[in-house]
């Protein structure tokens, strides 16, 4: 509603509805986790870009909330320096790296997992789980991909069926799953703890 996109959530009107993804809260979320896996860890890279800011400000006001600093490298456009970014963050030193939600930054996730390891920087993310763990990442933490599919094609469904896309509620994400990846604690030396754990709904060995 905010963007203006819909008239309200139970009554969208116009031609669209779907399920969306509540990223500010989430934003909040991931640093929260990695406060939980790393509870010494007193400064943070975030990366974001033009798309974020909503994201970026929900951080840090958790951040504030946590006692913890943020360092904030945003970039404008792409292509983005993903190297530069994360090696200069290195002076003064982050304890860790938060990986804003962004269709860009997703696409370089595999760069940013590696230039994270070359610089033994534990990094966190909250989009697409599972890529995201498979590419490195110590911990991701988003909304369950397969269940927005399957709803979102429920509501499909319906408007073949001659249902107005205006008169289906909007509905926002509400399940969400943890990916841990061990391998990745093994290389950076960290032990994730066991409550930590037992939240995971995958562990990457």
Known sequence: MKSGIVLN???????LTGVFLSQIELSAKRLELMRAVL??????????????KDQLDATRQA???LRVEIVAETFASP?????????????????????????????????????????KLPA????????WGEAGFLIAYAADA??????????AVSILKGAKPGDIPVEQATNYELTVNLKTARALGI?????????ADRVIE
């Open 146 to 155: 397969d269940k927005i599919s399957a709803r979102a094609a429920e509501m």
């Open 9 to 15: 959530l139970r009554q969208p009107g116009g031609n």
């Open 63 to 65: 951040a504030t909330r």
């Open 79 to 119: 292509p983005y320096d993903i190297e530069v970014a994360i090696a200069k963050s290195r002076t003064p030193r982050v304890d860790a790296l938060i990986v804003l939600t962004s269709p860009h930054l997703f696409d370089q996730r595999a760069r940013i997992s590696e230039s994270a390891m070359k610089q």
């Open 39 to 52: 509870p010494a860890a007193t400064r943070y890279l975030v990366l974001g870009d033009a798309g974020t």
């Open 124 to 131: 966190s993310v909250g989009y697409d789980a599972a890529g």
């Open 191 to 199: 032990t994730i703890p066991q409550s930590v754990l037992l939240r």
